[in-house]
Structures are given as C-alpha cells and as structure tokens.
C-alpha cells in the first residue's frame, strides 16, 4: 500500500508539475493574444501616405507571420491539455478554456489576415492611383513642352500650319486624356476612402492641381491654337493679295509689251484711248499695293521671315516699271496716233487740190466756141500749171508722212496706205496726162483757128476786091475795044474766080476741121 500510495504521489506530483506549466504556457499564450489583439487593434487606423500605407503593411505582414507563427504553440497546448486529461483526469474547464483560446486566437488570425488583405488593398489603390497620377502627369508635363513648342508664331506659313497641326493633334490628345483624368479621379476617390484625414487633403490637392494642369494646358492650347490660325489667316491674306497683286502686274504687262500694232488712225486713237485707261486702272491699284505692303510688313514683324522684305522691294520694283513701261507706250501710242493724224491730213489737203485741179482740168477739156474761150482756157491751163508744183509738193509730202507710217501700222492699214498712195500718185499722172492732152488740144484748136481766120480774112479780102473789080466794069461799053477790054477782064476775073474754087475749098475743109474741135456757130455760118 506504502509504495502504492508513493506512486500515486509521484504521478499526482507529476501531473501538478504538468498542469502547473500548462498553466503558465497557457497564461504566456493569453498574454501574447492580449497583446497580440492590442498591436493589431493599433495598426487598424487609416494612413495618410503610400509610404506609411507600405511601412503598415510591412508591419502588419510580420505582426501577421508572428501571429500564425504561434499556432504551434496552440498545437503544443492543446496536445498538452489531452495529455493531463488522460494522465490526471483535468476537469473540463482545461479543455473549455482551450477551446475558447483556440477559438479567439482563430479570430485574430482572421481579424489578422482581414487586416492584412486591407492593407494590400490599401497600398494596392494607392500604388495605382500613385501611379496613374504620375503618368497624367508626366503626360501633361510632356504635352505642354510640345504646346509650349508651338506657341511661337514666327516662321513661313509652311512653318506656322506645321505648328498648327501639331496643336490641334495635342488638343486632341489633351482631349483624350479626359478619361484618363477621370479614372485617375476614380482612383483617387477609391484611395481617399481608405486615407486619413490629412492624406485626403493631400490626395484632393493633388487631383486638383492635375485638374487645374488639364484645364489650363487645353487653354494654353486654344490659345496657341487661336494664335496660329490667326497667323496662318495673315499669311493667307498676304498670299492671296500677294498672288492678285503679281497676277495683275504680269498681266498687265503682258497687256502693254504685247500691244499689236493698228490699220487706222481711229483704231491708233482707240488704243491710246484703252492706255489712258489702263493709265487709271494702274493709278488705282497703288491702293492695292499699299495695302499690300501693309500686310507684308505687318506680317514681318510677326512672323521675322526675311523674305517678305524682298517681296515687297519687287514688287515695288515691278509697279514702277510698270508705270514707265506705261509711259513709254503712252508715248509712242500718241506718235503714232499724232503721226497718222498729220498723213491724213496732208493726204486730204491733197485730194482736195486733186479734185479742184480736176475739176479745173475737166472744164478744159470741154469743146470751145471761139477763139476767145481757147484764149481763156489757154491762160486757165497756164494757171494750172503754175499750181502744179504745189499739186506735186502735197502729193509727195503725203507720200512720205505715208510712208513713215509703214514701220508703226498692222499689214490691213499698210496695205490700204499704199494703195492710197498709189492712187493719189495714178490720179496725179492722169491729171498731168489729162493736162498735157488738154494743152495740146487747145493749142491745136488755136492754130487751127489762126489758120481758118487767116484764109477766112484772105478769102474775104478777095471777095471784097473781086466784087469791087466787077462792080467798077460792070458798066456798059460803047467802043468795041472797050467791050473787048471788058470782056477781057471779066474773063480774067472769072479764071480768078476758078482758081480761088480750091482756096475756098482749103479754108472750107479747116472750117470743118475746126468744127470738130469747136461749137463755133461762125463758122457753121461760114460753112
């Protein structure tokens, strides 16, 4: 009994010493969970910052591996608990005590691992919304050095459209980029509910700042945008009255080095009368090219292209010489006007001496009735021929203004000047032939008339002396030599008679003769 009693209490020694360390591991377990719950219940509060968000979740990570670390511990207590049961029959408030440690110590690993999956989402949201604003804004930093690049508006217009195209596709990537605000917007919003309150405020200052950036990045490109299309419409407004202006300048300078010659002298008036014209038309466009010249320097001074002032200087240039090309053609215009105007005049001097001289001409040529208008003529002719060289003067000055003419007027009008001309030169040597013929006639006429007034004076002195002969013997004789004498002499007087029949018949056949050449009515009496 002794040694059983001994034995029995050594296992009872032994299970006190056993329940004794269970309870203190069991009581270092609970504090360790007390504490444990009190380090994780601290840790629970919202952080500002992704780096406080990183260092919580470093923390928690080991605070978390420490916590799962201990379930051994757990396992050490419970085979512990069932070995003191089955060796010293430990009551049920062992076992009930360890059922709820186990149980609590369950919730904390899953508070635990609640806490932990948390805070990777914590620092997950704000590494992503870290990220996304950082890329919107690196974005908005790269797209406004590219606006900033394309505000200058200096520069050709090949240049300046260049700028333009490139603004409008960054205004449509600064468009673009409103989604991604709003995401980083979403994402901010997302971060904040799991921030502190001081992290909140950062967190809306920065998404404020990215959205004050946005707006004011899309204003600065609207304005360069404006800018430009302001510039680039100057430099259209420069080329289009830049292209007007050269095309009229080539244009009318075409007009005047191309000027073709004329026929008449009312189509040399009418050209002069078009120059005039272009002479108002070029007066008026120095508006024009003021204006012109406005645009360009205007646009020098925005743009700094160099090449505008040579523009302006050559265009310039062109007008003047324009003006003095105009000149020298008004110029030459009102020679050849000037010049065909003094040809028609002395051409129609001409002709009208032509005609008078004609008419005068034509007026000899008419049949005479007596000596007397041959006589009249005679000197008529001789005035006419003292006019002659006047005739001649005009004709050959209208000749040679004709001929001056040749080099300054279209083939049409040469042609017709020297078919006047050869005209005026045909009529005059018909006039010259017609007035030698007439001459010539009248002075025929005029012999002829002398010599029919000779015989017609010898035949009628004749007659007298015949007649006065017969009357002086026509007495009656007494004697027969008397009445042969008688007989005698009237026989002598009647072969005078006889022979004078052909000298009768002579002056007859010039009377005749003058008939032809003449309406004398003396001499068809004679006859």
Same mark, same amino acid.
């Given at each position: 009994?002794?040694?059983?009693?001994?034995?029995?209490?050594?296992?009872?020694?032994?299970?006190?010493?056993?329940?004794?360390?269970?309870?203190?591991?069991?009581?270092?377990?609970?504090?360790?969970?007390?504490?444990?719950?009190?380090?994780?219940?601290?840790?629970?509060?919202?952080?500002?910052?992704?780096?406080?968000?990183?260092?919580?979740?470093?923390?928690?990570?080991?605070?978390?591996?420490?916590?799962?670390?201990?379930?051994?511990?757990?396992?050490?207590?419970?085979?512990?608990?069932?070995?003191?049961?089955?060796?010293?029959?430990?009551?049920?408030?062992?076992?009930?005590?360890?059922?709820?440690?186990?149980?609590?110590?369950?919730?904390?690993?899953?508070?635990?691992?609640?806490?932990?999956?948390?805070?990777?989402?914590?620092?997950?949201?704000?590494?992503?919304?870290?990220?996304?604003?950082?890329?919107?804004?690196?974005?908005?930093?790269?797209?406004?050095?590219?606006?900033?690049?394309?505000?200058?508006?200096?520069?050709?217009?090949?240049?300046?459209?260049?700028?333009?195209?490139?603004?409008?596709?960054?205004?449509?990537?600064?468009?673009?980029?409103?989604?991604?605000?709003?995401?980083?917007?979403?994402?901010?919003?997302?971060?904040?509910?799991?921030?502190?309150?001081?992290?909140?405020?950062?967190?809306?200052?920065?998404?404020?700042?990215?959205?004050?950036?946005?707006?004011?990045?899309?204003?600065?490109?609207?304005?360069?945008?404006?800018?430009?299309?302001?510039?680039?419409?100057?430099?259209?407004?420069?080329?289009?009255?830049?292209?007007?202006?050269?095309?009229?300048?080539?244009?009318?300078?075409?007009?005047?080095?191309?000027?073709?010659?004329?026929?008449?002298?009312?189509?040399?008036?009418?050209?002069?009368?078009?120059?005039?014209?272009?002479?108002?038309?070029?007066?008026?466009?120095?508006?024009?090219?003021?204006?012109?010249?406005?645009?360009?320097?205007?646009?020098?001074?925005?743009?700094?292209?160099?090449?505008?002032?040579?523009?302006?200087?050559?265009?310039?240039?062109?007008?003047?010489?324009?003006?003095?090309?105009?000149?020298?053609?008004?110029?030459?215009?009102?020679?050849?006007?000037?010049?065909?105007?003094?040809?028609?005049?002395?051409?129609?001097?001409?002709?009208?001496?032509?005609?008078?001289?004609? $008419?005068?001409?034509?007026? @000899?040529?008419? =049949?005479? %009735?007596?000596?007397?208008?041959?006589? &009249? /003529?005679?000197?008529?002719? !001789?005035?006419?021929?003292?006019?002659?060289?006047?005739?001649?003067?005009?004709?050959?000055?209208?000749?040679?203004?004709?001929?001056?003419?040749?080099?300054?007027?279209?083939?049409?009008?040469?042609?017709?000047?020297?078919?006047?001309?050869?005209?005026?030169?045909?009529?005059?040597?018909?006039?010259?032939?017609?007035?030698?013929?007439?001459?010539?006639?009248?002075?025929?006429?005029?012999?002829?008339?002398?010599?029919?007034?000779?015989?017609?004076?010898?035949?009628?002195?004749?007659?007298? $002396?015949?007649?006065?002969? @017969?009357?002086? =013997?026509? %007495?009656?004789?007494?004697?027969?030599? &008397? /009445?042969?004498?008688?007989? !005698?002499?009237?026989?002598?007087?009647?072969?005078?008679?006889?022979?004078?029949?052909?000298?009768?018949?002579?002056?007859?056949?010039?009377?005749?003769?003058?008939?032809?050449?003449?309406?004398?009515?003396?001499?068809?009496?004679?006859?």
């Amino acid at each position: 009994f002794t040694d059983q009693l001994s034995d029995t209490q050594r296992k009872l020694e032994v299970s006190l010493v056993q329940l004794s360390s269970y309870e203190d591991s069991f009581q270092q377990f609970q504090s360790w969970m007390g504490e444990t719950e009190a380090k994780v219940q601290a840790e629970a509060d919202l952080k500002a910052t992704l780096q406080e968000k990183k260092v919580q979740l470093h923390s928690h990570k080991v605070q978390h591996q420490d916590i799962l670390s201990h379930q051994h511990v757990l396992d050490s207590l419970s085979d512990r608990a069932q070995s003191l049961a089955q060796s010293s029959g430990a009551d049920s408030r062992v076992t009930r005590l360890l059922e709820d440690i186990t149980k609590h110590y369950q919730d904390l690993c899953r508070v635990s691992l609640e806490l932990l999956q948390r805070f990777e989402s914590n620092v997950a949201d704000h590494q992503q919304y870290q990220d996304a604003l950082q890329q919107s804004q690196d974005q908005m930093s790269a797209l406004g050095d590219k606006v900033a690049s394309c505000t200058d508006v200096t520069g050709d217009k090949f240049a300046v459209q260049n700028k333009l195209d490139r603004i409008k596709e960054l205004s449509s990537q600064i468009a673009d980029s409103n989604p991604k605000l709003k995401t980083v917007s979403e994402l901010c919003d997302k971060t904040i509910s799991n921030t502190s309150n001081p992290g909140r405020e950062t967190l809306k200052r920065e998404m404020s700042a990215l959205q004050a950036d946005c707006v004011s990045l899309a204003s600065d490109a609207d304005d360069a945008q404006a800018d430009l299309e302001g510039a680039l419409r100057q430099w259209e407004e420069y080329d289009t009255t830049h292209d007007a202006l050269l095309q009229w300048l080539t244009t009318t300078e075409q007009t005047l080095k191309n000027l073709q010659l004329r026929s008449t002298l009312e189509e040399k008036q009418e050209q002069v009368t078009q120059l005039k014209s272009l002479k108002s038309e070029i007066e008026s466009e120095q508006a024009e090219l003021d204006r012109f010249t406005d645009l360009a320097q205007a646009l020098l001074q925005t743009s700094g292209d160099t090449r505008l002032t040579q523009h302006i200087a050559q265009s310039n240039k062109r007008y003047r010489d324009l003006q003095a090309l105009l000149k020298e053609s008004m110029s030459k215009w009102e020679k050849y006007v000037s010049e065909h105007d003094v040809y028609r005049d002395r051409y129609n001097h001409y002709t009208m001496w032509l005609t008078e001289a004609k $008419d005068r001409v034509d007026s @000899l040529t008419s =049949d005479p %009735e007596d000596i007397g208008v041959m006589e &009249e /003529k005679k000197e008529e002719i !001789q005035a006419v021929l003292a006019d002659k060289e006047e005739g001649l003067q005009r004709l050959n000055s209208a000749i040679e203004q004709g001929e001056r003419l040749y080099p300054d007027t279209a083939m049409a009008g040469r042609e017709k000047i020297r078919k006047q001309l050869r005209t005026a030169k045909d009529v005059w040597d018909g006039l010259m032939a017609d007035l030698t013929a007439a001459q010539r006639k009248l002075d025929t006429s005029i012999m002829a008339w002398s010599t029919y007034k000779g015989g017609v004076e010898q035949l009628e002195k004749w007659f007298v $002396d015949v007649e006065t002969e @017969l009357k002086t =013997d026509s %007495e009656e004789k007494n004697t027969l030599p &008397e /009445k042969r004498a008688q007989l !005698q002499t009237n026989k002598a007087a009647l072969q005078d008679v006889r022979s004078h029949g052909r000298v009768v018949d002579g002056v007859v056949d010039k009377a005749q003769t003058l008939l032809q050449m003449s309406r004398s009515e003396d001499v068809q009496i004679f006859i």
